[in-house]
T-cell receptor, first 113, second 113 residues
Framework: EAEVAQSPRYKITEKSQAVAFWCDPI?????LYWYRQILGQGPELLVQ????????DSQLPKDRFSAERLKGVDSTLKIQPAELGDSAMYLC???????????FGQGTRLTVV | AQSVTQLGSHVSVSEGALVLLRCNYS??????LFWYVQYPNQGLQLLLK??????LVKGINGFEAEFKKSETSFHLTKPSAHMSDAAEYFC???????????FGTGTRLTIIP
């Protein structure tokens, strides 16, 4: 069964360092999402791509976060510099053109120390 | 903007008892509705989905949900709880033509032996 791949699964980084997460969506899925989930809360959308274009990044803290999907396939989410409050689970999801539901990866658990 | 409300951040039921997790949505136009389950340090797995077909939707692991337009609800039920059902459950919604997924704050389900 096709899956959304994310790496790394866990990341510990020091405050003020740069960190990057990678996501490979299900093949053929044009829509890709990055969500942030703080412990004990629901996922919140950071950025949504349609192919290589950003559809919604209204909740992305653009002073420190950036996201790209250069060839419309895999995607990278970067944080620079990381802050203590960025500690969270970062979830990637993808969605096909026909079915309105999204498939999620296993997530990257980020701890900023 | 679409919003999703989950009543009860924590629900405890005895093994074998009925599970009822509540979800209400805000849209005046019936959206697509989903229930996802999340186990510790894992991504989100789709349990079931409502896409304007049958109002009673059956999902995996014996769960089902009923869409009630008059109550703007999409509550999740399971007749008999199993220990393996212990997890976090998220209700989510998206509107037709807008692929943004909006999540509720989640309900942690605990099963009492």
């Amino acid at each position: 069964e096709a899956e959304v791949a994310q790496s790394p699964r866990y990341k510990i980084t020091e405050k003020s360092q740069a960190v990057a997460f990678w996501c490979d969506p299900i093949s053929g899925h044009a829509t890709l999402y990055w969500y942030r989930q703080i412990l004990g809360q629901g996922p919140e959308l950071l950025v949504q791509f349609q192919d290589e274009s950003v559809v919604d990044d209204s909740q992305l803290p653009k002073d420190r976060f950036s996201a790209e999907r250069l060839k419309g396939v895999d995607s990278t989410l970067k944080i620079q510099p990381a802050e203590l409050g960025d500690s969270a689970m970062y979830l990637c999801a993808s969605r096909g053109d026909i079915d309105p539901w999204a498939f999620f990866g296993q997530g990257t658990r980020l701890t900023v120390v | 903007a679409q919003s999703v409300t989950q009543l009860g951040s924590h629900v405890s039921v005895s093994e074998g008892a009925l599970v009822l997790l509540r979800c209400n949505y805000s849209s005046s136009v019936p959206p697509y509705l989903f229930w996802y389950v999340q186990y510790p340090n894992q991504g989100l797995q789709l349990l079931l989905k409502y896409t304007s077909a049958a109002t009673l939707v059956k999902g995996i692991n014996g769960f089902e949900a009923e869409f009630k337009k008059s109550e703007t609800s999409f509550h999740l039920t399971k007749p008999s709880a199993h220990m393996s059902d212990a997890a976090e459950y998220f209700c989510a919604a998206s509107n037709f033509g807008n692929e943004k997924l909006t999540f509720g704050t989640g309900t942690r389900l605990t099963i009492i032996p």
